[in-house]
């Protein structure tokens, strides 16, 4: 019994071809899986950014580049510009996130 790499199920070995029996197990699909043009299951589930990553005021993905967001000292929070902008146009001179007055 093996495992299809696109379906998930267990299945015997007469139900991968010649072909699809010499790769490894992680890849291998079953027969239905080729001709229906199915995915293999790591291609669907991809990587997911953690939750550090994370504006933690709108919880958008941060940019790459650090210099398109700014650190905070007093929460210890990177916020995006975005947010930062937002509270800066309402007058909002604080920090966005923990609202601690900042220094002039």
Known sequence: MKICGACE???PDDSYSVEQRGLRQSIRRCKECVAAGTQLVLVKRGRKRSEEDECPICNLPLPL???QSCFRACCMRR???GCD????KRGMLDCPFCRTPTLS
């Open 79 to 81: 916020v995006c510009y």
């Open 65 to 67: 580049d650090v210099n």
């Open 85 to 88: 902008l937002a509270a800066w």
């Open 9 to 11: 199920r267990k299945l």
